[in-house]
Nanobody, 115 residues
């Protein structure tokens, strides 16, 4: 069983920054893919960024250049550094771990960008 716990969400003004950590625990294979997704009200969940256990990353076009995903394999933790936040970034942010055919989700953390 794998558990993912996100934190770091909150209310921030446009142009501000937040850092979201997600800690994974349980039976985790060393080779895996971790990522961040988000879901705004009335919209489908969408990919924000993913990173392999080897450190290769990919981003949605809407966040490239503003968000940075990183991970600490020793701590089974993935981070999402979000800079230059916009109101359109408001959503519940979810962490996901993909290990072979199995995918695990966290409970989500709310990010609200508003003045």
């Amino acid at each position: 069983q794998v558990q993912l716990v996100e934190s770091g969400g909150g209310l921030v003004q446009p142009g501000g920054s937040l850092r979201l950590p997600c800690v994974a625990s349980g039976s985790i294979f060393s080779v895996n893919l971790m990522g961040w997704y988000r879901q705004a009200p009335g919209k489908q969940r969408e990919l924000v960024a993913v990173i392999t256990s080897g450190g290769a990353s990919n981003y949605a076009g809407s966040v490239r250049g503003r968000f940075t995903i990183s991970r600490d394999n020793a701590k089974n933790t993935v981070y999402l550094q979000m800079n230059s936040l916009k109101p359109g970034d408001t959503a519940v942010y979810y962490c996901k771990l993909q290990s072979g055919p199995l995918g695990y989700w966290g409970q989500g953390t709310q990010v609200t960008v508003s003045s």
